[in-house]
Nanobody, 125 residues
Framework: QLQLVESGGGLVQPGGSLRLSCAAS????????IGWFRQVPGKEREGVSY????????NYADSVKGRFTISRDNAKNTVYLQMDSLKPEDTAVYYC??????????????????WGQGTQVTVSS
């Protein structure tokens, strides 16, 4: 069974950091593009970042550029999202997703075939 599992979420104060992990089971991630999304209740899922299969191509939403860093360790079958200088508006459930498809922007959820269950990130004092 193909599965993605996120971890690393939690409660952090503004200005703090968290590192999210996205681990795959049942398949290897090295042939997949991986995206990170986030969602708050009542709003659409927002694309945060994405990383190409080899890690050479990375994109970020303007709202997180310069604060978040995406990386992947294909040997560990895991993708990471390092989040620094966190703000209250970063509060959301964060999801990772995997795809082999192209043709849609990285931040379009329709591009992705496999999704994790999400991990809650709360930024609050």
């Amino acid at each position: 069974q193909l599965q993605l599992v996120e971890s690393g979420g939690g409660l952090v104060q503004p200005g703090g950091s968290l590192r999210l992990s996205c681990a795959a089971s049942g398949f290897t991630l090295d042939t997949y593009v991986i995206g990170w999304f986030r969602q708050v209740p009542g709003k659409e899922r927002e694309g945060v970042s994405y990383i190409g299969k080899s890690g050479n191509v990375r994109n970020y939403a303007d709202s997180v550029k310069g604060r978040f860093t995406i990386s992947r360790d294909n040997a560990k079958n895991t993708v990471y999202l390092q989040m620094d200088s966190l703000k209250p508006e970063d509060t959301a459930v964060y999801y990772c997703a995997a795809t082999r498809r192209y043709g849609l922007p990285f931040n379009d959820p329709r591009r992705y075939d496999y999704w994790g269950q999400g991990t809650q990130v709360t930024v609050s004092s």
